[in-house]
């Protein structure tokens, strides 16, 4: 596990130790690796939206993937 050094400002600095006194997390890192969790999340969620838009819009490939793989190689 690597150790990463992020300069805050003081209000993100009070969010975290607030979250902290709540006992939402027990530790700063905790707090940012639940923010990190939260944030893939939601990107996830936003390119799974996209798709549906795709979808609707009719951009949706259909077919077995080998197939398409060969025609798109």
Known sequence: MSTLSVPLNQTLEE?????????????????????????????AIGDILKAQQEIRAGKAIRGDIRDIARQLG
């Open 15 to 43: 969010f975290i130790d607030s979250f902290i006194k709540r006992g939402k997390a027990s530790n700063k890192a905790e707090v940012v690796r639940q923010a990190l969790h939260l944030l893939a999340e939601d990107e």
